[in-house]
């Protein structure tokens, strides 16, 4: 009985956190990708450098793109979703939080951090904010949502903002942060 209930319990955990991955062909960036519950997300910060928009290397230093991708502010994070995928919006990212607690959890932050539970590997890449500069590199990770807040800030998701929570905030607009896709 044990063993069967084990066994139960694998495959589920297996159905809810599945790895894959998505090659965008725009660059052959190939990128891992997870499963959590109904979604399907980046499981690796967007790094593919656009032609047009704003974007920034954290510290102007192209060697952490390697790791922590690009920081992009939020009308290029619009625009730059490979075909297939597009930025989540804050009821999506709200429908993660969710699935591990909700918002302001210590819970979705042990699902989301680097090396948590699922997969999805939030990597603490730090932020751009366009009047200051980097901030955050090691602390946090922000991810833009399409939602818009108003005409100057926009909904984003942010794992381990001065603690061990995951939770939803905004941003000015003409700020860097990471970005994660979803599949459509």
């Known amino acids: 009985m044990k063993t069967l209930l084990l066994f139960a319990a694998l495959s589920i955990s297996i159905n809810l956190f599945s790895q894959n991955t998505f ?3 725009r660059d052959n960036h190939q990128y891992k990708t997870v499963k959590i519950g109904e979604q399907v997300w980046f499981a690796e910060n967007f790094a593919y450098k656009p032609e047009n928009g704003n974007f920034w290397a954290y510290d102007d230093n192209e060697q952490n ?3 922590f991708g690009y ?4 009308e290029t994070a619009k625009q730059i979703a490979p ?3 597009h930025l989540p919006t804050q009821k999506e990212f709200e429908t993660l939080l969710n699935s591990f ?3 302001e959890s210590y ?6 951090k ?3 539970t699922t997969g999805f590997n939030a990597l603490k890449g730090g932020f751009y904010w366009f009047d200051e500069g980097y901030e955050g590199n090691n602390q946090v990770s922000m991810f833009w949502t399409s939602t818009q807040d108003d005409n100057e800030y926009a909904w984003d998701c942010r794992v381990g903002d001065g603690g061990e929570t995951a939770s939803i905030h905004v941003s000015d607009k003409k700020s860097g942060l990471s ?3 979803i599949k459509d």
């Open 23 to 25: 090659t965008d062909t």
């Open 65 to 67: 793109v390697l790791k």
């Open 71 to 74: 920081l992009y502010d939020w």
């Open 83 to 85: 075909e297939g995928w």
């Open 101 to 103: 607690g909700g918002d």
């Open 107 to 112: 819970d979705a932050f042990l699902a989301l």
């Open 114 to 116: 680097e090396g948590g």
């Open 179 to 181: 970005v994660r896709f």
